[in-house]
């Protein structure tokens, strides 16, 4: 009777199972579960390898794969020469990404907000060209864009400019000028030209129009492309290693060549100090934008703005 009952209830709960099934495969309008499943899947696949290379960073001993217990020794051996396991390559290496991205941030954002605002107010002949223009350092492989700057300045601007620092500081700018073009344009052409039109109707000289009433409202785009900038520039490889010398070696190129050399934790501390220097960098821009939207009365969260680059 026993087995007799629970026959009777697989039957029942078969068919309702399968109708579950298929609800859940063919409505499209139902709550997405298996694209947040698969979403929440990936963030674990991507985040899963930088919180085992935070947590090595922390290691007692010498191993990158196996934790032997919570130790700072690896953050000491960066700053501090007194440590037994100092190593006098991986500080400057950390200035020198610090340098680049510092130097490079405020240039190519004031070049890429001129060129934005020049672009979007060009009409006529050759604007349909110099846009697209503008779109290949985004499209053409990196690899491409590292050999020709080598290229250039060692064959061309070789009497001006040496490869190093200023070499790296122009690679990187060239690079990530379309990066602010592209976010400052968008912008732009959410804003249209009625407000300017209005502040010169009322008196405003084209200058006057553009520092009072445009730049104020591309802040929060100049503002964003700017700490794209900052994060392109802080872990770039193939650019930094083409236009490199002996004294300016950054962070990505000295983990690299370390590691192909079975590098020690030192390298998982210096890359997550990279990494909380790029998230303090973000935290900023977040909270920046949290108070110029109370200030400027926008609802919405200031996390999710810069997220979509809503701005």
């Known amino acids: 009777m026993t087995a007799t009952s629970s026959e009777l209830a697989l039957e029942r709960t078969t068919p309702r199972a399968v109708s ?6 063919s409505n499209p309008w ?58 006098d390559t991986l500080l400057p290496a950390l200035y020198q990404s610090l340098r680049l991205s510092i130097i490079s941030m405020p240039i190519a954002t004031i070049i890429g907000v001129g060129l934005a605002i020049g672009l979007a107010r060009w009409v006529g002949r050759g604007s349909g060209a110099a846009n697209t223009l503008m779109l290949f350092p985004l499209v053409t492989p990196e690899l491409v864009m590292g050999t020709a ?17 200023t070499a790296q500081v122009l690679g990187l700018v060239t690079f990530s000028i379309s990066y602010v073009v592209i976010v400052t ?12 039109e209005a502040a010169m109707d009322l008196g405003a000289s084209p200058a006057g129009a553009m520092r009072r009433v445009l730049l104020p409202l591309l802040a929060p785009a100049i503002f964003s492309s700017a700490f794209i900038v900052f994060a392109i520039t802080i872990d770039d490889f193939v650019i930094s290693q083409f236009l490199c010398i002996a004294d300016c070696t950054t962070i990505p190129i000295k983990i690299y060549s370390a590691a192909r050399n079975a590098g020690n934790p030192g390298l998982n501390a210096l890359a997550t100090i990279m990494m909380g220097t790029s998230l303090a960098a973000v935290a900023c821009a977040v909270l920046i934008l949290r108070r110029y939207n109370r200030r400027h009365g926008r609802a919405g969260s200031a996390v999710e703005d810069f997220a979509r680059l809503e701005i």
């Open 30 to 87: 139902g709550k997405p579960r298996f694209l947040a499943g698969f979403t929440w899947l990936y963030i674990i696949w991507s985040i899963a390898p930088v919180v085992i290379a935070v947590q090595i960073s922390f290691n007692a001993g010498r191993s990158r794969s196996v934790f032997q217990g919570f130790s700072l020794q690896w953050y000491r051996a960066i700053f501090d020469p007194a440590s037994v396991n100092y190593d």
């Open 20 to 25: 579950g099934i298929r609800r859940f495969v």
């Open 185 to 196: 344009r968008g912008r732009l052409f959410a804003i249209g030209r009625e407000l300017e």
């Open 149 to 165: 700057l080598f290229l250039i300045f060692v064959n061309l601007f070789d009497a001006f400019v040496k490869l190093g620092t």
